[in-house]
């Protein structure tokens, strides 16, 4: 029979634990030899909790939000700076904040810049509203706009316009017409040309076409771009007309390949590599039209792509590059690929047909 001592050790080696101390001997058993007791580590002193940082002022928020936006903020911000419907009024009552559109207030005071009456109008609209128009062409410089209204377009079939604001929906706006200058949404340079086409006349879509050029902001591709996926909008014919009558072809992008492309097969030219990619010392380069066994490349400028001081220093750059990398290099207009088709193709072929 086992004793309870020894019953102990064998319960405890079938558990398959260890004992921490040695078992204290039984009372009618004489004492044991007296154990050392074990001296308990020493503790490092708990260390401070970090202060947490202290939290910004709602006011504090509301300013700095209210400078990043023109001066004004809506109704859903407030709440996220802390700010909710009972401190909306307070401040209302108090001067601090003055209502613009439902729902959109101004910080501070009621005179707003004319940019924080875009935003404000941008901002009436929830995310997707984006300024356009005779709006939009103002901010970006192309042409004034004095009217009290300010335009809005939003992604949709229809939309309801306000007092002050002109809105219009619109399923063609899709991403890539949208873009943001000075942190107002807006639409882009060729999609508020399209706009206009839509509300002028034709000289004045000439004089914002003109516009844009000098300010360095025309890109033909993205024009293409905007009037291919039109879809037959009221002002595409316009503004494809005051392309034309600039000496632009209003092409796209693969009818312009398909234009050259014509040209070498009604020549006996051989067809080039279209949109090939040349390395160069300052990396690579996509060239518009080339011939790899012959070295040859033929770039095809527009005005409206070349018509300025920064385009042609950057052509000339990129013509010496190619230079230094063994390729010759042809420009040709797209009036004379229009017009003087014979004089292109001669020259194309003399270049192919000489020393390599």
Excluded at 111 to 129: I, K, Q, S
Excluded at 137 to 162: E, M, N, Q, Y
């Amino acid at each position: 029979m086992l004793s309870a001592v020894e019953g102990g050790h064998y319960e405890a080696s079938l558990l398959g634990t260890e004992r921490s101390e040695p078992p204290r001997d039984p009372p009618n058993l004489p004492a044991g030899p007296r154990q050392t007791r074990r001296a308990t580590p020493r503790q490092a002193p708990a260390r401070p909790l970090p202060t947490p940082p202290p939290t910004t002022p709602p006011d504090a928020a509301l300013a700095r939000l209210a400078a990043r936006q023109h001066g004004v903020v809506t109704v859903a911000q407030l709440t996220k700076v802390g700010i909710g419907p009972s401190g909306a009024r307070n401040r209302v009552a108090a001067g601090r904040l003055h209502r613009v559109h439902r729902g959109v207030y101004a910080v501070g005071h009621p005179l707003l810049p004319g940019r924080g009456h875009w935003m404000a109008a941008v901002l009436a609209y929830g995310p997707d509203a984006v300024l356009s128009h005779r709006s939009a062409a103002a901010l970006w410089g192309l042409r004034a706009d004095t009217r009290p209204d300010t335009d809005v377009s939003l992604p949709r079939h229809c939309a309801k316009s306000r007092p002050g604001l002109r809105v219009h929906a619109s399923l063609t706006l899709d991403r890539n017409d949208v873009t943001q200058k000075e942190r107002i949404p807006c639409t882009t340079v060729a999609r508020t040309l399209l706009d206009l086409a839509e509300d002028l006349d034709d000289r004045g879509v000439e004089r914002a076409v003109e516009q844009a050029g000098v300010l360095n902001l025309f890109d033909l591709r993205a024009v293409s771009d905007v009037l291919d996926r039109a879809n037959g909008r009221l002002g595409t014919g316009r503004l494809r007309r005051v392309l034309e009558a600039a000496g632009e072809p209003a092409f796209t992008e693969s009818e312009l390949e398909e234009y050259f492309l014509e040209l070498c097969r009604k020549h006996g030219l051989p067809r080039p590599q279209v949109a090939g990619w040349i390395a160069t010392s300052d990396g690579h380069m996509k060239a518009d039209f080339l011939w790899r066994a012959q070295r040859l490349i033929v770039e095809t400028d527009g005005y409206a792509f070349h018509s300025h001081r920064r385009a042609f220093e950057r052509d000339h750059r990129r013509d010496l590059l190619l230079h230094l990398a063994g390729w010759k290099v042809r420009r040709f207009t797209w009036r004379q690929i229009a017009n003087d088709a014979d004089l292109v193709a001669a020259t194309v072929r003399a270049v192919l047909a000489g020393p390599h």
